[in-house]
């Protein structure tokens, strides 16, 4: 009986929410007191796999969105979202939305949803995440950079990767 729960204890640890195996403790529990999973989340490593067939999301303000974003990116924006932003794409594609953690992409994952789009995802850890694990950044114009905008100093602890420079 030990060792059935044992396993079963490790197919969930291994299949939460997709979640990258590589975030550390402190980060995921920082990430879990924000998000409430009522988005279905998805891992960097998930979101590699398959960035040039999603649509991706960037619900950061404009500031963060322009020192970097993960490659091919649209700014979506949270304070000043608006749903007309929204109209010329397709609802029935793969559409990922992320920001710095998670929390504010969440929310706008939610609206989303609301607005009809079927395949809504978070990424789990957000762009910390993806720069964390060495995924490229490029710039408001697409060019690749070590920049990365941590939203101020308190997040900037969350940026681990050493090949960053840090900005807010």
């Not at 710095?100 to 009809?116: A, F, T, V």
């Not at 939203?151 to 900037?156: D, G, T």
Request: net charge neutral; proline share 2%; with cysteine.
């Amino acid at each position: 009986m030990r060792y059935i729960l044992s396993i079963l204890t490790i197919i969930i640890a291994c299949n939460l929410s997709g979640q990258d195996q590589r975030i550390s403790t402190a980060f995921e529990k920082e990430i879990e007191s924000y998000i409430n999973h009522t988005v279905k989340t998805i891992s960097v490593d998930s979101l590699d796999e398959k960035l040039n067939d999603v649509i991706l999301l960037d619900a950061r303000e404009k500031e963060e969105y322009d020192i970097s974003k993960i490659p091919g990116a649209i700014y979506i924006g949270y304070k000043n979202f608006n749903k007309v932003n929204l109209k010329n794409l397709d609802k029935n594609k793969e559409v990922v939305v992320y920001c710095s953690i998670g929390y504010r992409s969440e929310k706008i994952g939610e609206i989303l949803k609301k607005e009809g789009f079927r395949d809504v995802q978070n990424l789990y850890g957000s762009i910390f995440a993806w720069a964390n694990a060495g995924y490229p950044l490029e710039d408001k114009d697409g060019n690749p950079t070590i920049n990365i905008h941590t939203y101020n100093k308190k997040w900037s602890r969350w940026v681990v990767n050493k090949n960053l420079e840090k900005i807010w």
